[in-house]
């Protein structure tokens, strides 16, 4: 049986992730999906706290991909409510270095009502450029949402402002990106990536070997993996500091 076709959705915690996966799942052929939580009206509740993977029958694939399985992969965004960046991280790497066919296309979400450049969407950046490396770039599109809640022009210039700073790095190594309408957009969003989908789909660095590179990516792991850490206890302590203004007895 061929290969099946991963995309992996990541991003910030609210950015649409989930509304994309369930939009495409309303319009094709689900085989063992279901629908994935999404924030009712932006409320702050937690959702997808766990990688999930929905699998789907395209209604209409593009020639190359017919009779092909497309995998649909959430994840938990960093800001999380319940979780900390490091256990998102955690979670995304887990799931990737299990699945061995690596990933088809990797899709970035950013909402447009972000109106500054939080150090999740920093991490975020970074650890997409650092971990899946300048070759995976040629699978990665940064996905744009919550168009309709930004005024145009205000929207256009904050674009202008993360292509020329933030997001840089992933242009100048291939990266595409796509704006997703509200209402309507999400098939046809899918359809353009997948025509332009890579057989050769990106693993993971750290699943490559190392020792290919000479140490230099155990290095930038470890660097990594202290930086959030220290994210880690900065959230531990964020929320100890929280129980104990609201629930002092429990400290008793
Ligand atoms: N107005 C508007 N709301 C959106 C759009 N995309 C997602 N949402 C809403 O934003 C909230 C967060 O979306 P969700 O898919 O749960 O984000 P996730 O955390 O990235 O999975 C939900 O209430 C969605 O209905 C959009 O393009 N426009
Ligand atoms: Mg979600």
């Given at each position: 049986m061929a290969d099946p076709v991963t995309v992996l959705c990541v991003g910030?915690?609210?950015?649409?992730k989930s509304t994309f996966i369930n939009r495409i799942l309303e319009e094709n052929t689900a085989i063992n999906s279901t629908p994935v939580s999404v924030r009712e009206g932006g409320q702050m509740t937690a959702v997808t706290v766990d990688v999930h993977e929905v699998r789907l029958e395209l209604r209409e694939p593009p020639p190359s991909l017919r009779g092909r399985v497309l995998t649909l992969v959430d994840t938990p965004g960093f800001n999380h409510t319940d979780l900390s960046d490091l256990e998102v991280w955690q979670k995304i790497e887990n799931f990737s270095s299990k699945h061995?066919?690596?990933?088809?296309a990797i899709l970035y979400f950013h909402a447009m009502t972000d109106d500054w450049i939080s150090p999740q969407m920093q991490l975020g950046i970074n650890l997409l450029a650092k971990f899946?490396?300048?070759?995976?770039m040629r699978v990665v599109t940064i996905v744009t949402t919550k168009?309709?809640?930004?005024?145009k022009t205000n929207a256009q210039k904050r674009l202008e402002t993360l292509q020329a700073g933030l997001w840089k790095p992933l242009l100048d190594g291939g990266c595409k990106i796509e704006h997703l309408s509200a209402d309507e957009g999400s098939s046809t969003l899918l359809h353009s990536i997948l025509e332009g989908v890579h057989e050769r789909p990106v693993k993971l660095?750290?699943?490559?070997?190392l020792e290919e590179e000479g140490g230099h990516a155990t290095k930038t792991r470890q660097t990594w993996q202290r930086k959030l850490r220290g994210r880690s206890d900065e959230h531990s302590a964020a929320l100890s500091a929280l129980r104990a203004c609201f629930w002092p007895e429990a400290n008793d």
């Open positions: 910030l915690s609210n950015t649409g061995r066919h690596g990933m088809n899946w490396g300048p070759d995976a168009w309709d809640l930004v005024p660095r750290t699943q490559q070997g």
